[in-house]
Structure formats: C-alpha cells, structure tokens
C-alpha cells in the first residue's frame, strides 16, 4: 500500500461516539461497514473500467466530504484524533475485482453469488496504516452487461468512525454526480486535501441531556450483585431483559477466526408499493411491520424451545434532524442511538387476515407501538443511550469487559430509507441500479443485523449479517436463508 503525504495536520480530538467506534475497529471487534449498488455506464460513455475511470469522481467527493481525508492518530488509545496529510494517493482507495479474486469455483457463480463474495470479502477486511491513510476504499466487480449498459457492483467500504450509514449514502450522490460531470481534473491519482474542518462531534451539535434516573439505572446495574439489582429495579444495561430471550451463543473472541456470515434478498418495488399502503392504512411505519415479520420467521424458523419465548429488538434510529451543523447531505459520524423493544414469540393466530386494510390483527397493534415508540426516540436528545458515553473514562478495558458478556440483543433493523440518484444532479451516462447496505459482524451487537436500503421507483434490499458460529444452530446459513426466505413469502402475501 502507498502512503499518504506524512505530513499531517491535526483537525480535532475524537468525540465520545468517535472513540468507541475507534477502539471498537482497533480491537477487532467490527471492521468495514459496505454500502453500494448496482452502477450502470452506457456503452458508449464505457471505456476499458481501470482504477483511473474513477479518479475524478473520488477527488470530487474528496473535495465535498472533509471527512473522507481525515487519517486517525492514537487509534489504540483513550484519546484519538483525526489528522489530515496533505495529500491523498487515490491508489489505495480503489479497488478493482475480477472473478479470479473470488476463490475457486467463481466463474460458474450466479450474479448474486458473485455479489455475495465481493461483499462478504469486504465486510472482514480490515484498514492499515490509518494513521497515514484515511480507512475508505471504493470496491468495484463487473458484471455481465444488459441492454447495451455496462454493469458494476460497486461498494463505498469504509470504517464506521468515518461515517454513519446516511454517509455512504451522501458519497454516493456526490460519487454519482462526479462521475456525470465533464471532468477537467486531471487523471493524477495525488489528490489534494481539503483546508474544510470536520462536522462537529454529535455532543458540539447537540446536548445529549441525561437525567440521574436514566444514569444510574444502567451504571448501578452493572456494579450491583444482580438480586439487589433486581430489588431495586436497576438493570446492567438500556436493553429490555428477558429469561427467554433468543440471544444466540457467545463466542470467545479469536482475532483469526472472528468472521461475518452473509445472507440477502431483494423486494420487487411492486411489493413494496403494497405493503406501504397497508401500512398507511393502518398508520404504521414499515420499519414496525418489518420487525413483526422478522419474530414471526425468526418464531418459525426456530426450534420451539420453552427457553426461546421472546426476541430483543433494537431500531437503529438518526438524530441528524436534531443536530445543529450536520445536514442530510453530510458525510459525518454523528452517532444514530436505538430504541428497544421486547416482542413475545410469534403464533399463528396473530396473523389472521392481516393483509387486509381493516384487519384487527395484534400484530398492527404491536407494530404501531414500535412505529411510535421510535418515533419518540427520534424525537429528542434527552435520556439517549449513547448520551451514557461520556461517563466512561476508559473505552478500552470497558468494551473488551463486554466482549465477554453474553449478548442482550436478539437482532436490530438499520432502515437507510430512500435513496434518489436523481436528486440534485442532471441525468447523465451514469446512473445506479439498485442498492445494497451490509453491516460487518459485531462482537457487541445482537445476534442478527438486518440493514435496509431502496432505490427510489426501484426494489428495496435486505441484508442480513451476524457473526459466524453465534447463532446457536446446526445450520447457520441455510437458517439464516430461511429467514429471509419467510420474509419474501409473508411480504408475497401482501402482493
């Protein structure tokens, strides 16, 4: 790999949701975060695909995005910060994969299977030197053309200390829009930095109030032995607890052998159109119904144990709307929180005509709570988890204290929402397809990352990610695949 220009300029320290996202990448514990999609180039805008087709765009979102050329110093320290070179070498932020980078067996591989090995290669891959290069590539496979376009799945990989999930999707439109312009840049991978500062750190933008009862629940909990805890109400952590709660298995963490399991599926934008109107019609976001469906496959899908009765939820949830400096269109680590939920194990009987715009089915009920319940967690900055991180003093021996605890989630949902290629740019030769949103595996997080993202007019993409040998079945890939196959049947219902 080649450096960066050495000499680097220090921009700001690190914020508290910064730091554990820091030391969370350093110890291992969650590595690349990958957000893409299908591009499309007509034929004759289509030159020989290199490295070099997208050097204009990337120094274009360079130029926009000043967090795309912010190295970090201390990254295995109680106090980071993020530095800038002078210059970037866009040669370490491309890469370009043909089939013979996939292993054996890869020229025989269907298109998803291509696009499964490219994604899954990415989410374990891990940045070096992050202190000389910042840690974000483009990750670009092509793929078989279709009426006269040229087809390429690309990836925008990167750390999450570096951007949220609506972060990728603020490269992309700048990404898009580079690529669509007539360039006068010249093809010189050595790219200049920006002199722009940073976005501000989530608690510059905004006061992430706490009041005591919120504090000492979660921090007496912890430090309590667990019957005095439980007489006085106080819990070691923000999550629901439950006796029965699937959480998997915990795995002693192994830096060689932690690895991310990888399953997805697409819904037609037909079907989506229809399961949006039965959830207007019942006054419910499609993130509620979504978790619904994910207990009822997850209840079906696994062994009916007494010890399996219930399932903790967690909704990634994005505060941008309440942050002074940080736009929608900002690429910026803010730090999204979650809000929680404990659902009872799925039966049958719930789902008695619920496809049906009048339908009194408990599961409406059900998911219209978690539609306001994240709404009110959406609404305000006070009594937020991750408010709780600036009574840590040290993240390190903290968070490998919790690497060894069993898990206390069961699986979240992180809904990018919509993306408009469209939005703000001319149409030009280059355009995207559909889009795809992985997470890595997380040694802290729940069991099952479900991560959501639609192209506007077009299908909406699931992705679903855990880490491997956790999941307390025989089979793990063939049951992660059943989920997702419940899912695409019971939203076929709709349809």
């Not at 000499?7 to 554990?20: C, D, H, I, S, W």
């Not at 009594?383 to 204290?401: A, E, N, T, V």
């Not at 605890?405 to 995207?432: C, H, M």
């Amino acid at each position: 790999m080649l450096a960066s220009d050495s000499k680097a300029t220090l921009l700001r320290p690190a914020g508290y949701n910064e730091r554990r996202y820091i030391t969370r990448q350093s110890l291992g514990y969650y590595r690349t975060l990958a957000i893409g999609g299908i591009y499309t180039v007509d034929q004759a805008s289509a030159t020989k695909i290199s490295q070099q087709t997208f050097v204009p765009a990337l120094k274009h979102c360079v130029a926009t995005h000043p967090l795309l050329s912010a190295t970090i110093e201390g990254q295995d320290t109680e106090s980071p910060s993020f530095a800038r070179p002078k210059t970037l070498d866009l040669h370490n932020h491309v890469e370009i994969l043909c089939t013979d980078d996939l292993g054996s067996g890869a020229a025989d591989l269907s298109e998803k299977d291509l696009i499964h090995r490219v994604t899954n290669r990415t989410l374990d891959f891990e940045f070096s030197d992050v202190e000389i290069t910042p840690p974000w590539k483009i990750v670009v496979f092509l793929l078989p053309s279709q009426d006269g376009a040229q087809r390429l799945f690309v990836l925008f990989a990167y750390y999450h200390s570096h951007g949220d999930g609506k972060s990728a999707l603020a490269f992309h439109k700048t990404f898009l829009q580079g690529l669509n312009r007539e360039s006068n840049v010249n093809g010189n991978f050595i790219c200049e930095t920006p002199t722009t500062s940073l976005p501000p750190t989530i608690e510059q933008a905004g006061k992430l109030s706490i009041s005591w009862s919120y504090l000492l629940s979660p921090l007496f909990g912890a430090y309590l032995p667990e019957a005095v805890a439980k007489l006085l109400g106080l819990r070691g952590s923000t999550t629901p607890k439950s006796a029965y709660a699937w959480t998997g298995r915990r795995v002693p963490f192994d830096h060689g052998t932690f690895s991310t399991g990888l399953e997805f599926f697409s819904v037609p934008h037909q079907t989506m159109d229809a399961a949006l109107r039965l959830c207007r019609a019942h006054d419910v976001k499609f993130t509620g119904l979504l978790h619904q469906l994910i207990v009822r496959a997850l209840s079906e899908a696994l062994p009916g144990s007494p010890t399996i009765g219930s399932f903790v939820a967690s909704t990634v949830v994005d505060l941008r709307p309440l942050l002074n400096g940080i736009g929608p269109n900002d690429m910026s680590c803010p730090g999204p929180t979650a809000a929680f939920e404990l659902f009872s194990r799925s039966k049958p009987t719930d789902w008695n005509n619920w496809t049906q715009p009048q339908s009194d089915s408990p599961i409406w009920t059900v998911a219209g709570q978690t539609t306001k319940d994240v709404a009110k967690c959406a609404s305000t900055l006070h009594d937020q988890p991750i408010g709780l991180l600036s009574y840590l003093s040290k993240f390190r021996p903290w968070m490998q204290g919790e690497a060894e605890k069993d898990r206390d989630t069961s699986y979240e949902i992180s809904n990018l929402g919509v993306f408009d290629p469209t939005a703000g740019s001319q149409k030009g030769a280059w355009d995207v397809e559909s889009m795809f949103f992985a997470q890595p595996a997380n040694l802290l997080g729940g069991c099952l990352a479900f991560s959501v993202v639609t192209r506007k007019g077009g299908d909406m993409t699931v992705s679903v990610t855990w880490q491997e040998r956790t999941l307390g079945v025989e089979e793990e890939q063939a049951f992660v695949a059943r989920i997702c196959q419940l899912i695409t049947q019971y939203l076929g219902e709709i349809a």
